[in-house]
C-alpha cells in the first residue's frame, strides 16, 4: 500500500540510480569488468558483462520510468542475489577484507528487500 505516490517516486527512483549508474561505468571500463569477472570466476565473463550492463541500465531505467515495475524489480533482485553471492562472499575473504565484505554483502541484501517491497507495492505496472 503506497501513502505517499511522491515519496514511493522519488524513492524508486533513486533505488533505480544504483544499476543506471552501475551499468554506465561497466560500458566505459568494459574490459576491467570482465577481467574482474574473470577473477572471480565467473564463466563466460566475455558473455556475462553486457547482460549485467542489460539488467543493470536497461532494468534501472525501466525502474526510473516506472515501466513494469513490479517484474523488472524481481529481476533485478535476483540479479543482485546473484551478484552479491559472488562477489562478496565475506565468508572467505581474508582477515583484512572481511569487514568490508560483509558491509558490501549486507548492503546489497538491503537493495535486494527494497526491490522486493517495490514489487509488492507497485502500482504501476505499465507507463
Known amino acids: ?3 505517499s505516490p511522491n515519496l514511493y517516486r522519488i ?7 544504483l544499476f543506471v549508474i552501475s551499468g ?3 560500458i566505459t ?7 574482474y569477472m574473470t577473477s572471480l570466476g565467473v564463466p563466460f565473463a566475455a558473455l556475462a558483462v553486457p547482460a549485467t550492463i542489460v ?4 532494468g534501472g531505467l525501466a525502474l526510473m520510468a516506472g515501466w513494469n515495475v ?4 524481481i529481476i533485478v533482485a535476483l540479479f ?4 552479491t553471492l559472488t562477489a562478496h562472499r565475506f565468508w572467505e575473504a581474508d582477515p583484512a577484507n572481511v569487514q568490508n ?18 514489487a509488492a507495492t507497485s502500482s504501476e505496472s505499465k507507463k
Not at 29 to 35: I, L, N, P, R, T
Not at 55 to 58: A, I, Q, S, Y
Not at 101 to 118: D, H, P, T, V, W
Request: aromatic share 4%.
Open 1 to 3: 500500500m503506497q501513502t
Open 80 to 83: 543482485t542475489v546473484a551478484a
Open 29 to 35: 571500463a568494459f574490459s576491467g569488468v570482465v577481467g
Open 55 to 58: 539488467v543493470e541500465l536497461g
Open 11 to 17: 524513492g524508486r527512483v533513486l533505488l533505480a540510480s
Open 24 to 26: 554506465i561505468l561497466k
Open 101 to 118: 565484505q560483509l558491509n558490501n554483502f549486507l548492503k546489497n541484501i538491503s537493495i535486494i528487500g527494497a526491490l522486493l517491497m517495490l
Open 70 to 73: 513490479r517484474p523488472i524489480a
